[in-house]
């Protein structure tokens, strides 16, 4: 059974850093990509970044370059978000997902497993 748990979100004030985790099991981790998406209230659910199975190829949201990080631990079965200059507009739930594809795609469509999400909140 394939899951994907994330971890490590909370209350940050702006300009604050937060650094989420997604811990996966069930499928051969290093073949694949993992992303991280979010979704505010009212809003949809829109790509954040994405980092290829050997951790060689990222792609990240306009909104976020500079400011985001993904990286990969294939040891650990984990995928990381480290966010530093939260604005509150990064205020959303965060959701990791993996992609048997291997590439880094922006679109929602290409990942097969999802996790719960975890909820980050950035207050002004």
């Known amino acids: 059974q394939v899951q994907l748990v994330e971890s490590g979100g909370g209350l940050v004030q702006a300009g604050g850093s937060l650094r989420l985790s997604c811990a996966v099991s069930?499928?051969?981790?290093?073949?694949?990509?993992l992303a991280w998406f979010r979704q505010a209230p009212g809003k949809e659910r829109e790509f954040v970044g994405a980092?290829?199975?050997?951790?060689?190829?990222?792609n990240y949201a306009d909104s976020v370059k500079g400011r985001f990080t993904v990286s990969r631990d294939n040891a650990e079965n984990t995928v990381y978000l480290q966010m530093n200059s939260l604005e509150p507009e990064d205020t959303a739930i965060y959701y990791c997902?993996?992609?048997?594809?291997?590439?880094?795609?922006?679109?929602?469509?290409?990942?097969?497993?999802w996790g719960q999400g975890t909820r980050v909140t950035v207050s002004s």
């Open positions: 069930g499928l051969p981790f290093s073949s694949y990509a």
């Open positions: 997902a993996a992609s048997g594809l291997g590439l880094v795609f922006a679109g929602p469509a290409s990942y097969h497993y």
């Open positions: 980092i290829s199975g050997g951790g060689s190829s990222t």
